[in-house]
Nanobody, 122 residues
């Protein structure tokens, strides 16, 4: 069982930056692939980024490539999402997720956090 708690959301102006954190419970964090998703008002939840267990491999939604960076610190049981050059269309609730592989994280994650709100003003 893995419990995930996101933090770091907030209100930022367009062009600004935020760093989201997702703290995980359990001693098996380093065995999980981790991902970030987002859900804007009235829209479905969508994949944003994923990282493998070691941090050596990452994938991103095309619209965030070059602006967002996913990383992890297995010693701290934490995954991060550094978001730069934020745009109003990045406004959403951001969720972290965990699963045994990157493929499963992107499709049907086993574990979800409660979400953190990111609002980008124009």
């Amino acid at each position: 069982q893995v419990q995930l708690v996101e933090s770091g959301g907030g209100l930022v102006q367009a062009g600004g930056s935020l760093r989201l954190s997702c703290a995980a419970s359990g001693r098996t964090f380093s065995t999980y692939a981790m991902g970030w998703f987002r859900q804007a008002p009235g829209k479905e939840r969508t994949f944003v980024a994923v990282i493998n267990w070691s941090g050596s491999t990452t994938y991103y939604l095309d619209s965030v490539k070059g602006r967002f960076t996913i990383s992890r610190d297995n010693a701290k049981n934490t995954v991060y999402l550094q978001m730069n050059s934020l745009k109003p269309e990045d406004t959403a609730v951001y969720y972290c997720a965990a699963a045994g592989s990157m493929m499963v994280v992107r499709s049907t994650p086993a574990y979800w956090g409660q979400g953190t709100q990111v609002t980008v003003s124009s």
